[in-house]
């Protein structure tokens, strides 16, 4: 596979000499056949000829900026990291934003940013066993930042918050606290402004610990719309109990209150868009999100405007006339039932990844000889033509769990492969 360096001295694209316009892929159909017959033809000649995860840099850009256009001038931006898992793409999207917030779930990736990043100030995404912040403290190189001031541990319950503050008093350690709230989504946290206020008074009561603020992820607003209503309803409502939430710490202690010094944290990819007025819809200073800029398919319907910037390029291997399915050869649709064209089959390098084919269209799999991680099949009406070393693209249902089933990154832009970013290690 090539290196980045191969790829650089080849002539590759300089990221800050991009218009902002996106560049001339950004307004490609996304299942249109030059451009995936471009991606392809790039991907041979830089020498990739395996399963290869591609990020198209032209269209990532067209869509920070259109998602940075949607955000609020009121509302800071935090970049989720688990959703966009490479140290080239994070740095990427802090240069185009200027944010160098960002919010981390996973202990290895905290470390990493930590080192590289000193400027960075850290929201944990999730509460973590107290001994992952033991294994972030044992583990630190030196870096010129300061977790008391900008690493902030996400606390759910009292129970986790006296393990941490038993840390941070056998540790000798100041450690910055903030609270997971529940605004409806119910995956845990504090689920009252009432059952906030012993956690409240606890932070305050030890030295050694800082109240950061308060976390409350949104994302019912979306995915249970068909049983809580109007999104516009639902955000109404997650707004109201927020700002209760805070009235309940200024009632501990006013600065606790103080949305200049405090981070009050919403939002995801999914209702970002919901919060383009900023104060006039929701009392919190910051949204959150990461997989929109890529647009896996599960962001479509709250970002149709944006396109997909990231597939998965899988060879073909074979080629097979008709559907020959063990034990049901003379069945020339190999048992298969539905409506769909089966004419004939073909088996690419890999598979079974949580994405779905796009490019040629139209590729099945096939209900009865089913999904493969080793040699995915997929059939198809006979108008599509297939060769073995052509490529099938999917897009990946979502980022988080994708991304880091592959080595390394394969950056498209402007009708070659310019880049090759890596991937964060998770251990």
């Known amino acids: 596979m090539p290196t980045r360096r191969d790829l650089m001295a080849a002539g590759g694209a300089s990221i800050m000499g991009l218009a902002d316009t996106g560049g001339a892929s950004a307004n490609t159909p996304v299942h249109d056949e030059a451009y995936f017959s471009s991606i392809q033809a790039s991907l041979h000649a830089a020498g990739f000829f395996a399963p290869t995860l591609v990020v198209d840099r032209d269209r990532l850009l067209a869509n920070i900026i259109a998602m940075q256009r949607m955000r609020s001038s009121t509302l800071d931006f935090r970049i989720v990291v688990k959703s966009l898992p490479s140290p080239e793409l994070i740095q990427f999207i802090m240069d185009r934003t200027g944010s160098y ?6 202990r290895p990736f905290l470390s990493d940013a930590a080192e590289r990043w000193p400027q960075v100030d850290i929201l944990l995404g999730k509460p973590l066993p107290v001994g992952a912040a033991a294994a972030f403290y044992a583990g630190r190189r ?19 918050l006296a393990q941490y503050r038993a840390f941070a008093n056998q540790s000798r350690r100041n450690l910055s606290i903030a609270l997971e709230i529940d605004v409806g ?7 009252s ?24 992820y949104d994302a019912h607003i979306t995915i249970f719309e068909q049983q809580l209503g109007p999104q516009h309803t639902s955000l109404s409502r997650v707004s109201s109990g927020y700002s209760d939430f805070i009235a309940a710490a200024r009632a501990v202690d006013q600065s606790f209150g103080d949305s200049t010094s405090r981070i009050f944290n919403t939002g995801g990819s999914t209702t970002f868009p919901l919060y383009r007025d900023g104060g006039a819809v929701t009392p919190c200073n910051e949204v959150a999100a990461g997989s929109g800029m890529l647009k896996p398919t ?15 390029a899988a060879p073909v291997l074979k080629v097979l006339e008709g559907v020959s399915v063990p034990g049901l050869e003379s069945d020339p649709r190999g048992g298969a039932t539905d409506a769909i064209e089966r004419a004939r089959t073909t088996f690419v390098y890999g598979g079974r990844w949580m994405a779905e084919p796009v490019w040629p269209r139209p590729l099945s799999s096939h209900p009865v000889f089913g999904r493969s991680s080793n040699q995915d099949m997929f059939t198809m009406p006979a108008s599509v033509r297939l060769a073995p070393d052509d490529y099938v693209f999917l897009r990946p249902n979502q980022t988080e769990g994708v991304l880091l089933q592959f080595g390394n990154i ?3 832009s402007d009708g070659a492969i310019v880049d090759v970013w890596s991937l964060l290690q998770q251990t």
Request: hydrophobic letters at 45%; glycine letters at 6%.
């Open 101 to 106: 917030r960002l919010m981390d779930f996973h």
């Open 142 to 160: 030196a870096s010129r930042l300061r977790p008391e001031r900008q690493v902030h541990w996400l606390i759910d319950t009292v129970e986790r």
């Open 185 to 191: 989504f119910h995956r845990g946290g504090f689920a």
């Open 193 to 216: 402004p009432r059952s906030v206020g012993e956690a409240l008074e606890i932070i305050k009561a030890e030295p050694r610990l800082h109240f950061a603020g308060f976390m409350g």
């Open 298 to 312: 599960f962001c479509d319907r709250a970002l149709p405007d944006l396109l997909p910037a990231v597939f998965i």
């Open 410 to 412: 394969a950056v498209y």
